[in-house]
């Protein structure tokens, strides 16, 4: 009988093994033991795999987290665990109330912390490949409840994954299928020795009232909650993989990175059915930061409201965290960092002598060089961020300044002047950008090139010409 249940729990294991690929022979596995039936049992069940089917390398981490009298023992419990089954031990002792003040984060979530800090650093010491975590059924169905009670979507309802990558280590979750009383039957059966966790018991933890008081006065409407709950929690975890997918199959076609910010058009967007329209913003707040706050229900839908308004009007929204998105002519922008204001800039170049230009108040370079002869006849086709001149033509010294109000300029086939700001607003120049674009004078005070933009009369490339000057503004972070 023994036999059988020990026989039978391993056969689940493997089979979600296989379904789930969690691992392959000789992978190296690091086994998060606390000392509790969970752990206990999973490392009993991962060396029985090992030494009957599937040849493993196991190593057994523990925390001692310093919080309770029987700490000391539970070390020392894990430790000859370890040894009697011939797997190394490698144990933590963590002053988790230091941690709490220096960050001010609870109990738990400091525990938390400083638990899966030390799982990562064990696997990278010993080149794992996952991290095994005894989290079970029951576990799952808690989790599933307690993210509904505090509002969720269906990214919480899938619960926790069986398997999920995280700093290049995989979170597998072997016992995810399988119900804690099968877990202590088989601790129980097979005489492992187990600690209990007295603190398990007292329902000031949320997690623990969950457990103790929600989950047994819903069973009085459907006794068989936990397994309803861990059904919600599988199927709603394959959709949820498959929109994640289906968003970033969204984000490859739409989205594009444009000097760090990423950004896509709002009449695509609008293509997208609403489920996906949400998976999409999301996907890139996620890309721009790895703050979990940015991607709340609240601020998702903030955005995707702004986008799909029928006006088309121009906004910015700051999310939190530095992150700021725009709307502007159609164009939707996320921005990683707060965005500069315009400041007041103005320098000087006194010759046509080919040489860089640092322009810090925008984050670029003006880059000059002096051709003549065969270099300008093997010149190739400039791009709208480059302009050339006649040298010999140009007026020095050229300033290099912000735009100012009432800047004109003499643009070529039209009679008189015109109005940078008009320029920029007929061209649709996004606000945001429009402060990042400097004004190149001549000698005279006339400006002679916005870049990216226009080029005036002045200094114009003709058939005699014999020495150009080319500009070109660029990202400084790219040169």
């Not at 925390?63 to 894990?78: C, I, L, N, T, Y």
């Not at 929600?214 to 929690?233: D, K």
């Not at 910010?261 to 999301?282: E, N």
């Not at 996320?334 to 800039?345: C, E, H, R, V």
Request: hydrophobic share 40%; charged share 25%.
């Amino acid at each position: 009988m023994e036999q059988d249940c020990l026989r039978s729990i391993v056969e689940r294991v493997e089979d979600l093994a296989r379904e789930k690929q969690l691992w392959t022979a000789r992978d190296v596995i690091i086994v998060a033991v606390s000392g509790g039936p969970d752990s206990v049992a999973l490392l009993h069940v991962l060396h029985e795999i090992s030494t009957r089917s599937t040849p493993l390398t196991l190593i057994c981490a523990h925390v001692h987290h310093g919080f309770r009298q029987e700490s000391d023992d539970e070390a020392v419990m894990v430790q000859n665990l370890g040894e009697s089954l011939g797997i190394l031990v490698e144990t933590a002792y963590i002053d988790v109330p230091a941690y709490m003040e220096q960050s001010g984060k609870g109990v738990q979530e400091a525990a938390r912390d400083k638990r899966y800090e030390f799982l990562f650093e064990v696997a990278e010491k010993y080149s794992a490949r996952s991290i095994a975590l005894a989290h079970h059924a029951d576990d799952q169905a808690e989790t599933v409840l307690m993210r509904l009670l505090r509002g969720t979507g269906p990214s919480g309802l899938a619960g926790m994954k069986i398997k999920r990558v995280q700093k290049n280590v995989e979170l597998i979750r072997p016992f995810l299928r399988i119900n804690k009383t099968d877990l202590i039957e088989l601790c129980d059966q097979r005489g492992y020795s187990y600690a209990v966790d007295h603190s398990n018991l007292t329902t000031k933890y949320r997690r623990n009232a969950v457990r103790l008081e929600v989950l047994p006065y819903l069973e009085q409407y459907n006794g068989q909650i936990s397994s309803s709950l861990n059904q919600l929690a599988e199927v709603t975890g394959e959709e949820d993989d498959f929109m994640e997918l289906t968003a970033e199959n969204a984000y490859r076609s739409l989205v594009r990175e444009i000097d760090g910010r990423l950004a896509f058009d709002a009449p695509s967007f609008l293509g997208l059915h609403v489920a996906l329209q949400r998976r999409l913003i999301k996907l890139i707040l996620n890309y721009l930061s790895a703050d979990q706050e940015n991607t709340d229900f609240v601020k998702i839908e903030t955005v995707r409201q702004g986008v799909i308004q029928e006006r088309r009007t121009n906004w910015r929204l700051d999310l939190g965290g530095g992150l700021t998105c725009i709307r502007e002519y159609g164009e939707v922008s996320f921005y990683p960092k707060p965005l500069a204001g315009q400041g007041n800039y103005i320098y000087q170049l006194n010759s046509p002598d080919g040489r860089n230009l640092v322009l810090p108040e925008i984050g670029k370079i003006l880059k000059l060089v002096r051709m003549n002869g065969e270099e300008m006849r093997d010149s190739i086709k400039m791009s709208s961020g480059e302009a050339s001149f006649d040298a010999d033509q140009l007026v020095f010294p050229l300033t290099i300044r912000s735009r100012r109000p009432g800047d004109k300029i003499k643009i070529m086939g039209l009679n008189g002047s015109k109005k940078v700001k008009d320029i920029l607003i007929d061209e649709k120049i996004p606000p945001s950008v429009r402060s990042v674009i400097p004004m190149v004078c001549d000698g005279s005070g006339s400006i002679v090139w916005i870049p990216g933009v226009r080029r005036s009369v002045h200094a114009a490339v003709g058939r005699h010409t014999t020495c150009i000057l080319r500009m070109e503004l660029v990202d400084a972070e790219k040169v």
